[in-house]
């Protein structure tokens, strides 16, 4: 199953660059240096991001890979994660309805609970494979990882998994 790791995200980031790029080199064949450094600086800013949200995901009965373009980045084999939680990207609200985006994370270490709300304050991890939620990938993780899938953060929909 392959998965992009914001598809939203990744189709915003990626028009806004192209625009902020095309203005950009609109801007210098024109002679409009300072115009065309603002655009480009933009457009390179929206280029990262396109860049962080546009990787895949790929879960197979092996591993877990994450690819950008097809050139894999990280693969974490299904022995090396040691838990698999679903986390919301922004804290709780009073009435926990909203948590923001879901993600999955795969972490090849237990977390605890500070480390868990540290993850959420310090979104998005540089040390893990996350991807956006899905009910499909929920329900093969809920399936297969024997270990269950932990909750932090998730909404009321997905209530805190109790430790």
């Not at 050139?71 to 838990?83: A, G, M, S, T």
């Not at 494979?129 to 809920?142: A, G």
Request: proline residues 3%; positive net charge; hydrophobic residues 40%.
């Amino acid at each position: 199953m392959k998965y992009m790791v914001n598809k939203s995200r990744s189709v915003f980031a990626g028009i806004t660059s192209a625009f902020f790029l095309l203005s950009g080199i609109y801007f210098l064949f024109n002679k409009y240096f300072l115009q065309a450094g603002v655009f480009l600086i933009f457009a390179l800013i929206y280029g990262c991001m396109f860049y962080h949200n546009a990787k895949e995901v790929t879960v197979t009965d092996d591993a877990v890979t994450l690819s950008f373009l097809k050139k894999p980045l990280k693969q974490y084999k299904w022995e090396e994660v040691q838990e698999i939680g679903l986390i919301g990207e922004k804290l709780y609200s009073k009435a926990k309805k909203n948590a923001g985006h879901l993600y999955f994370y795969f972490s090849k270490k237990n977390l605890t609970i500070p480390e868990r709300l540290r993850l959420v304050m310090k979104w998005p991890p540089k040390d893990m494979i996350y991807v956006e939620f899905s009910e499909e990938l929920y329900s093969y993780l809920c399936m297969n990882w024997k270990r269950g899938v932990i909750n932090f953060n998730a909404g009321s929909d997905y209530p805190d998994t109790e430790e």
